[in-house]
């Protein structure tokens, strides 16, 4: 079959589970919280008094929880396939997102509440998804993954909004049980239909061998290689220059001296630069060395944090900047997740993806608390920006570290093996 064909036919095959995949992210536990505590950060500081590191560390905590537990859940994906385990953590998240429409008083209690959002929804994330994409698909994995993770720009277009009109319609608290609405209708239902792993009879070739045996490393030969730690350290960073100019995005904006109805449409900029940068950039990892495209991404993140410093009322400084900071959202999950099947194969992808995951989701918990305190000590962000400005540079350079893909053994219990030298395979994929 031409490369042309056996990519049409991954799509063909696997396009139900793949629609499945991107409404479970869209609606899960790693988009809805992050485009839901921008909007309600600011009147919860009015009615409650509390400030904007207290109101940022529940996503922390969260955070924090979730990434312990990344591992442990992609063990568990490893051992009794995702479906069973990301249908059961959506369902909890449903349950325990709109239960903080009941947030009490007390900041602990708060935190409390994040903390239970962080033990069962790390389940409905990419940890669980991507495993089954990535079997699903093999020559065109990296576009796979992109439209995938569409589901996190598609929630950062509507849940915004839904919020938004929540918190008119009934105040701050509404906006939990009416976003939670979105899993509990739309995702949980399309995934019982459609998610699951593809038989062995149903992968692509490349993703095992005749006898259905999954190629790739163990956990204990990823970690003794640098790439496994260059990436760790590389997904940290990003996370932690990223998620707190997310969460934050609409106070950043109205500093410039815009209104809450325009800083709330900031996020939604952000969104579109999420979607282009996400289907350009795994379009291009199918067919270019995927370091080669994630570098000059991550630089052009840098350059947004610039444009957001100051407090110039120049609107379209603001939309570029907000724009091309995204794009390191966009490089950074294709990179979590394309580049641990790409480097480290499926055989115990779940284990390596979780610990992969953890670092970002460290970067992405401790990001917003970071944010939030600059701006509590200075009354602007410019300090914070510019420090993520340097992490950007910084890891755009290190990817470029990573090297030739490696041959993985289709025994999951094989060494690795080393490519031929040559500067097309350096470059191909």
């Known amino acids: ?31 809805v919280p992050f485009n839901v505590l921008p909007l ?46 990301a249908l059961a953590s959506l369902a909890a998240f449903t349950v325990t997102f709109a239960s903080l429409y009941f947030t009490p008083a007390s900041v602990g209690g708060y935190w409390a509440l994040w903390a239970l959002l ?44 839904l919020a938004q009109s929540a918190i008119g319609w009934g105040g701050w608290r509404l906006a939990f049980p009416v976003v939670a609405l979105l899993p509990l209708l739309l995702a949980l239902p399309l995934c019982l239909a459609w998610f699951r792993e593809p038989r062995p009879d149903e992968r692509p070739a490349g993703i095992s061998d005749e006898r259905g045996q999954l190629a790739g490393m163990t956990l204990a030969q990823a970690v003794r290689g640098y790439r496994f730690w260059l ?8 996370a932690f220059a990223y998620a707190g100019a997310h969460i934050h995005i609409a106070e950043i904006v109205e500093l410039h001296g815009f209104a809450p109805r325009v800083a709330a449409g900031a996020l939604g900029i952000i969104a579109t630069g ?22 000059p991404a991550l630089l052009l993140s ?13 609107l379209t400084r603001i939309v570029i900047g ?15 997740a394309f580049f641990a099947a790409k480097y480290f194969g499926m055989a115990h992808y779940g284990r390596i993806y979780g610990l992969l995951y953890l670092a970002f989701g460290i970067g992405a918990s401790l990001s ?62």
């Open 1 to 31: 079959m031409s490369a042309h064909g056996a990519r049409a036919g991954e799509f063909a095959v696997g396009w139900k589970a793949l629609t499945a995949a991107v409404v479970g992210v869209a609606c899960g536990a790693s988009p």
């Open 40 to 85: 309600v950060m600011g009147p919860i500081h009015a009615t409650l008094g509390w400030d904007f590191a207290d109101i940022s560390a529940g996503m922390m905590i969260f955070g924090v929880i979730a990434s312990l537990l990344a591992p442990v859940f992609g063990a568990l994906a490893d051992r009794f396939g995702v479906r069973l385990v």
């Open 118 to 161: 962080g033990v069962v929804g790390i389940g409905s994330t990419p940890v669980t998804f991507s495993r089954a994409i990535s079997i699903w698909f093999y020559r065109n994995r990296g576009l796979a993954l992109a439209i995938m993770l569409l589901g996190t720009s598609a929630a950062a277009f509507v849940v915004p909004q």
């Open 231 to 238: 990436l760790l350290t590389v997904v940290f960073l990003v």
């Open 274 to 295: 999420i979607l282009a940068s996400r289907l350009f950039i795994g379009y291009l990892f199918d067919r270019v060395w995927a370091p080669a495209v994630a570098c």
């Open 302 to 314: 840098g350059l947004g944090c610039w444009l957001l410093t100051g407090t110039s009322p120049s």
């Open 322 to 336: 907000a724009f091309l900071i995204a794009f390191s959202a966009g490089a950074e999950s294709d990179v979590i």
């Open 368 to 429: 917003p608390v970071a944010y939030g305190m600059v701006r509590d000590r200075t009354g602007r962000y410019d300090e914070i920006l510019m420090m993520a400005l340097v992490m950007f540079l910084a890891t755009g350079g290190a990817l470029l570290a990573l090297g030739r893909y490696p041959v993985l053994e289709r025994d999951p219990a094989a060494t690795l093996q080393a490519m031929p030298a040559s500067r097309t395979e350096a470059l191909g994929s």
